[in-house]
């Protein structure tokens, strides 16, 4: 059973990782010949203005074929009589695939409709929250919500009643924003998500959880076949359309295992790159005018002090892989 599992799990990451690839052969081109590229703020750092021009909405290459990977997936559990087993994380999934969609609104307002700032936060806000709404109703309809939040390394959880769902929204939409965040320089996003998945892949083989192992794959051969042309010096960017998908599929894996909780500790570099802007913004308010880091997200602050943005990956990467393996500890 377990030799068919790994078979499936490296199947689907192959798949996806060479769709992805050459998604991306295809789509460079296409974007660059409509122009659809990145606009870079005067706010950021000086030297990302030869940035400018990049092809964007590049979240697109492992959308797709994360959605023909879960569509494949349905099927399959539906006529195998499996689909309980895979409802977790196929509703995951589905929740990532709609943030998704919003960043794509996002990013096609922005760059195609020529709207500079595209959506607003709020409205921004409001989709995320209806989208992560959806999936813990969909969840405790169906039946696979657990309104008891395990506390990780322990074999305590805590009651939370309805008081479950509304945490679980506001995690679910602060992952994907901190998601969003750390998708700041070239392959950031990527290599961090990437090591993410690793350890759900892991997790998944050993637990012998199929849907997990689906949603693991999807992320890391998404993510690794990207960076083919994100690493830096990157050829496209995956804009909002790529980082709120990814944020939504981090958050998404938690929950399929299980173990809301856990993102915070695997996803530990996400969770510093949120604090740096919430206490950027808030000692700046606090001194009329000072700052606490060079400037936010931590990442820019790490450029600012002559870090290239190869170096902040592999550190950030590294941190990531530390922090995945205490987590394995937790889940």
């Given at each position: 059973?377990?030799?068919?599992?790994?078979?499936?799990?490296?199947?689907?990451?192959?798949?996806?990782?060479?769709?992805?690839?050459?998604?991306?052969?295809?789509?460079?081109?296409?974007?660059?010949?409509?122009?659809?590229?990145?606009?870079?703020?005067?706010?950021?750092?000086?030297?990302?203005?030869?940035?400018?021009?990049?092809?964007?909405?590049?979240?697109?290459?492992?959308?797709?074929?994360?959605?023909?990977?879960?569509?494949?997936?349905?099927?399959?559990?539906?006529?195998?009589?499996?689909?309980?087993?895979?409802?977790?994380?196929?509703?995951?999934?589905?929740?990532?695939?709609?943030?998704?969609?919003?960043?794509?609104?996002?990013?096609?307002?922005?760059?195609?409709?020529?709207?500079?700032?595209?959506?607003?936060?709020?409205?921004?806000?409001?989709?995320?929250?209806?989208?992560?709404?959806?999936?813990?109703?969909?969840?405790?309809?169906?039946?696979?919500?657990?309104t008891a939040l395990r506390i990780p390394f322990t074999d305590k959880s805590v009651e939370l009643g309805f008081f479950y769902y509304v945490f679980a929204a506001v995690l679910?939409?602060?992952?994907?924003?901190?998601?969003?965040?750390?998708?700041?320089?070239?392959?950031?996003?990527?290599?961090?998500?990437?090591?993410?998945?690793?350890?759900?892949?892991?997790?998944?083989?050993?637990?012998?959880?199929?849907?997990?192992?689906?949603?693991?794959?999807?992320?890391?051969?998404?993510?690794?076949?990207?960076?083919?042309?994100?690493?830096?010096?990157?050829?496209?960017?995956m804009g909002d359309t790529g980082s709120l998908f990814l944020g939504g599929m981090v958050a998404g894996l938690a929950f399929a295992a299980g173990n809301p909780l856990i993102?915070?500790?695997?996803?530990?570099?996400?969770?510093?790159?949120?604090?740096?802007?919430?206490?950027?913004?808030?000692?700046?308010?606090?001194?009329?005018?000072?700052?606490?880091?060079?400037?936010?997200?931590?990442?820019?602050?790490?450029?600012?002090?002559?870090?290239?943005?190869?170096?902040?990956?592999?550190?950030?990467?590294?941190?990531?892989?530390?922090?995945?393996?205490?987590?394995?500890?937790?889940?």
């Amino acid at each position: 059973m377990i030799g068919r599992q790994i078979i499936f799990s490296f199947s689907a990451l192959a798949a996806v990782f060479i769709v992805t690839v050459v998604l991306l052969k295809i789509l460079i081109p296409v974007l660059r010949s409509h122009k659809i590229g990145q606009k870079i703020n005067d706010i950021g750092p000086r030297w990302h203005k030869n940035k400018e021009g990049t092809p964007i909405m590049g979240g697109i290459s492992f959308i797709i074929p994360s959605f023909l990977l879960f569509a494949g997936v349905a099927v399959w559990a539906a006529v195998s009589g499996r689909m309980r087993e895979f409802l977790p994380s196929l509703l995951a999934a589905a929740m990532a695939i709609l943030n998704g969609a919003v960043g794509f609104v996002d990013d096609y307002v922005k760059l195609i409709k020529k709207r500079n700032k595209g959506l607003s936060a709020i409205q921004k806000l409001i989709f995320q929250f209806a989208i992560a709404a959806a999936f813990v109703a969909a969840a405790a309809l169906l039946g696979v919500a657990d309104t008891a939040l395990r506390i990780p390394f322990t074999d305590k959880s805590v009651e939370l009643g309805f008081f479950y769902y509304v945490f679980a929204a506001v995690l679910i939409v602060g992952m994907v924003n901190a998601v969003n965040l750390t998708d700041g320089i070239d392959g950031l996003a990527s290599s961090v998500t990437c090591v993410y998945g690793i350890l759900f892949l892991v997790y998944s083989l050993v637990s012998r959880i199929w849907g997990i192992s689906a949603l693991s794959a999807a992320v890391i051969g998404g993510t690794a076949g990207f960076l083919v042309y994100n690493f830096y010096p990157a050829r496209i960017f995956m804009g909002d359309t790529g980082s709120l998908f990814l944020g939504g599929m981090v958050a998404g894996l938690a929950f399929a295992a299980g173990n809301p909780l856990i993102v915070l500790i695997g996803g530990l570099i996400y969770v510093i790159e949120t604090a740096s802007v919430i206490l950027q913004v808030g000692y700046f308010k606090l001194t009329h005018g000072k700052r606490l880091f060079l400037m936010s997200p931590i990442h820019h602050h790490f450029e600012k002090c002559g870090w290239s943005e190869i170096k902040i990956v592999a550190v950030f990467s590294a941190v990531t892989l530390v922090a995945c393996a205490a987590a394995w500890f937790g889940l």
